[in-house]
């Protein structure tokens, strides 16, 4: 039973784990939108929800965005949304 209770404590604390929005995420989504090889992307720090991403001739600023947890937690499901029409260099 201990473990049991164990395991059920384990697999609860994970389900609240803030799931931030990765790089590897923001470097797909700025590939697609600026048409450009992930390879090719620098990543900018901006602030701490905002990345700023340049890569062949062109930069494009992204917005971190999470959904509610269903706990209350703020950080579930984050994705980064581009939050500019992109500009050239």
Known sequence: MKWFMLAFFVSASLACT?????????????????????????????????????????????VETCKPCANGYVGCECTWLLNTDGRSN
Do not use: H, N
């Open 18 to 62: 803030p799931q931030l929005a990765s790089k590897d995420k923001l470097l797909k989504r700025a590939s697609f939108d600026m048409d450009c090889p992930e390879s090719s992307l620098e990543i900018v720090e901006i602030d701490d929800r905002t990345r700023g991403v340049k890569g062949c001739d062109q930069r494009a600023t992204y």
